[in-house]
Each structure stands twice: as C-alpha cells, then as structure tokens.
C-alpha cells in the first residue's frame, strides 16, 4: 500500500502550483528494519522537507541532517529508556516535497490527503505533531485547543478511526521550548502508550 501511495505523490496533480523540489516520503524505523514494521508505535509529522532537500536515496533526512529528524530521535531515545523497551518508529511531514517556503500553501490541500492515507496504512497506536505550522495546517487538527504545549487529544478522528494525539513544540522552534518540554512529551507519548497495551 506505501507503494501506491508514494505512487500518487509522485503524481501529484498540484506539483506546477507547488513548483515542487525533491520528495521526500515517511520512513520508518523498528527492529524489524527499515519500513517493517507490523504495528507503529508513533508517527511522527513534521512541517515539510528543506527546500535544500535535494532527493539523495542514501541521505538521511529523518536522522542526523535534520533538526526535526535529530530531535525526533532523541525524543524516542527517551521514550524507549523510560519504558524499557524499543519502539517502532514512523516520521514523515505534512508537505511531501522540498518546495521553497513560499510556495507551502499550495501544497497543504493535496498533502493533507496523502497524509490521511499515510495515517491509514501506518495505523500508529499515537500521533505527534511537532510545531505550530503542521497544528495551524492538517485539517484534522485545526479544531482541538491546547492551552498550553506539549499537550494530549484522546481522540482525533482519521477516516473514521479514533487516534490519540500529542501536540509539541517544534524541534526548529527559536530557543530551547522543544528541548525544555522533551521530558513533558515523552512522558504524555508514554501514557498514551501505556494505555493502548
């Protein structure tokens, strides 16, 4: 099913408006390896690519050259030492393409429906948005309040499945908000885990 789907970005029918770069697909990390997983534990969703993103297969966008993809990993470092166990890994953005800044509004429309699907076939126990732009953005989330972040829905309805969802700071956010607040994620992450066993 990730085959049809990376399928249809590539085919995108808004790629003229978006004057679309390079794109990068989710990706997933478990035991079982690369994009193996039977059961994701949490999906990470991001902004979008950089606009420098130029397609490379073997540069690791999600690990060590983004400041999403580092924050992320430290942020499941945490998870994973506090419950004593690893866990499977999705990370992918709302916006599919390396796209400059200015042209991101064009993509949104079309990249939330892609996102949908991801979310479908993944089928994570939670989700964690990170940053205000993919909260503002994804058209499920534009509804819940959160008074203050990091902060938990119970249920936020994809395609008809309820998914519980966590709101964060983002990883390039100015200042030191999502490394201060990394502890409060993780354990907010933990609880929704545990809940689910």
Known sequence: MLKELKSKIRQCPNKEKCDRG????????????????KVWDVMFIGWAPNPRYEGREDRKVFGLYSPTGRMANCLKARIECKMRKSLSVWMTNLIKCSCPEDKRKNAVEHCNRFLKEEI????????VLFGHNVRKNVEWAKSIKCKEIPCVSDAVIIEGKSYPCVFSYSPAAPGRKFVDSLDDTAEMIIQVLRGRE
């Open 22 to 37: 390079k794109i990068l697909f989710g990706r997933g990390e478990s035991s079982e390896g690369a994009d193996k997983s």
């Open 120 to 127: 479908r076939i993944i089928d994570p126990k939670v989700i």
